[in-house]
């Protein structure tokens, strides 16, 4: 694992060895939440690294300025500072680097392709593993927020267990059902065009984040992982969509618990309660 400082692109150092600065904060802390989201994956999933070939795992910090973000481009982690605000740094939230990390994972399987379903799929898969290896509520972001979100009662980026606690953008509005809130079913799908969140794959995951935690709520954090590990690295493909996906969850649920099974039928009601039916 290395992490490097963004607008040097040097790999962080520091004069002292207990990394004490204000500075060193953010780099501290994405060092620290790689290695236990390596841990995850190899632990719990038999995986080494993102690609399943030890690969290094780079992450930058100190991007930009006031940059309310974190990505993966394909080959490594970058986290902005937040601007103080509505966001802190966020390579302090393990969730955001299980996020971040889980995108490395689905790159190197099933590839997903961002935009529309597939690309909802793709954040969705993000956030569960996020939560999952954050394991301390179905949040994603909630370390994340700086005073003024939370002034303004925004706790959290994202919420698996209640998506519609939290407003989609103005723009998004539209193409909704009018709630203009992050949906949990079907019903409440955005059809948006690809202009506008690559079509809505960080609005309309928060109906398969629904699913999961649904489903977790019969059988627990650690199978449900187990499950959606399988079907994103062995049935699912680029061009996935939701359909695809209750299928390939509900095979891996098979696959790994047997036909009739009690995860089977808790893989299936997930869907079933936010109406992918088929």
Do not use: C
Request: glycine share 10%.
């Amino acid at each position: 694992m290395f992490t490097y400082d963004a607008p040097t692109g040097s790999l962080f150092t520091s004069n002292s060895a207990s990394f004490k600065k204000d500075y060193d904060r953010a780099a501290v802390d994405a060092h620290y939440n790689s290695e236990t989201v390596y841990h995850y994956y190899l632990d719990e999933h038999g995986r080494n690294s993102l690609d399943d070939k030890g690969m290094a795992i780079n992450s930058y910090v100190h991007y930009g300025t006031n940059y309310n973000n974190a990505f993966w481009d394909g080959q490594q982690m970058t986290y902005g500072d937040g601007d103080g605000s509505y966001m802190i740094s966020l390579s302090a939230g393990l969730d955001v680097a299980a996020h971040e990390m889980t995108h490395g994972v689905t790159t190197n399987t099933a590839n997903l392709q961002y935009r529309f379903e597939p690309g909802a799929l793709n954040e969705a898969f993000s956030d569960i593993f996020g939560a999952l290896i954050d394991d301390a509520n179905w949040e994603i972001g909630e370390d994340i927020m700086g005073p003024g979100a939370k002034a303004d009662g925004r706790e959290s980026l994202r919420s698996l267990s209640d998506p519609s606690k939290y407003p989609v953008g103005a723009a998004y509005v539209p193409y909704g059902n009018g709630k203009g809130k992050y949906p949990a079913h079907m019903n409440e799908f955005y059809d948006l065009p690809r202009n506008l969140d690559n079509g809505g794959v960080h609005i309309n995951s928060s109906i398969i984040n629904h699913a999961a935690y649904t489903t977790a709520q019969d059988i627990g954090r650690e199978k449900l992982g187990k499950i959606y590990y399988r079907a994103l690295t062995v049935y699912l493909t680029p061009t996935s969509d939701f359909s695809d996906a209750r299928k390939a969850i509900i095979q891996s649920a098979v696959d790994l618990y047997g036909d009739g099974s009690s995860e089977a039928a808790a893989a299936a009601n997930g869907f079933n309660k936010v109406g992918i039916l088929e």
